[in-house]
């Protein structure tokens, strides 16, 4: 069984930052990726950002210069660093992983950007 742990949502004003984590654990052997996916009320959820075991990472367009993802391999641990938040990045943000053969979710944490 795998656990995603995430930490960091609150509420910030607009052009503040917030940091979140997300921590996995149990039975993981090999980590293809890990990611962070958004949803806002009345949308679908989509991703933000997302790294690959090589280190690559990919953003949406809409975080490009102000979110950065980044990864502890030892912690099995993925970061995304925000800034210059803006209200439309109200959402409910959720980890992704992705094993071998699996993907798991975590449980979401709420971020609140007030304008």
């Known amino acids: 069984q795998v656990q995603l742990v995430e930490s960091g949502g609150g509420l910030v004003q607009a052009g503040g930052s917030l940091r979140l984590s997300c921590a996995a654990s149990?039975?993981?052997?090999?980590?293809?990726?890990m990611g962070w996916y958004r949803q806002a009320p009345g949308a679908q959820r989509e991703l933000v950002a997302i790294?690959?075991?090589?280190?690559?990472?990919n953003y949406a367009d809409s975080v490009k210069g102000r979110f950065t993802i980044s990864r502890d391999n030892a912690k099995n641990t993925v970061y995304l660093q925000m800034n210059s938040l803006k209200s439309e990045d109200t959402a409910v943000y959720y980890c992704?992983?992705?094993?071998?053969?699996?993907?798991?979710w975590g449980q979401g944490t709420q971020v609140t950007v007030s304008s």
């Open positions: 992704r992983l992705f094993l071998l053969y699996e993907q798991y």
């Open positions: 149990g039975s993981i052997f090999s980590i293809n990726a």
């Open positions: 790294i690959h075991s090589d280190g690559r990472p």
